[in-house]
């Protein structure tokens, strides 16, 4: 399956913002949301399984990013609340091996998007 990610922009501080990720075809695994910052290795964000039922989040977003799917349309989400500028990098969103949520490393990833740069000013 291809994935596209979009919804990247700028913005300040504070402000909130929504990522979306499109699959191309049947989305039945988990999926989750890496990001990578200039300078820095690619880190978890949020992953989901594949019913959309379980949720789990890196330390640095828990209570700010919510993650979801609508599985109807095939498209992931990432809801960005209360950003800050340390949420500055390019984010990726993936489709996992296993249908059940939690796996965090690359490597449990098979398929990847391409990427969206969200900026956060202070």
């Known amino acids: 399956v291809q994935l596209q990610a979009y919804g990247g922009g700028l913005v300040q501080a504070g402000d909130s913002l929504r990522l979306s990720c499109a699959a191309s075809?049947?989305?039945?695994?988990?999926m989750g949301w890496f990001r990578q910052a200039p300078g820095k290795e690619r880190k978890f964000v949020a992953t989901i399984n594949s019913s959309g039922t379980r949720t789990y989040y890196a330390d640095s977003v828990e209570g700010r990013f919510t993650i979801s799917r609508d599985n109807a349309k095939n498209t992931v989400y990432l809801q960005m609340i209360n950003l800050k500028p340390d949420d500055t990098a390019v984010y990726y969103c993936?489709?996992?091996?296993?249908?059940?949520?939690?796996?965090?490393?690359?490597?449990?990833?098979?398929?990847w998007g391409q990427g969206t740069q969200v900026t956060v000013s202070s």
């Open positions: 075809g049947r989305l039945d695994r988990a």
């Open positions: 993936a489709s996992s091996r296993f249908s059940s949520g939690g796996y965090r490393r690359e490597t449990d990833f098979v398929s």
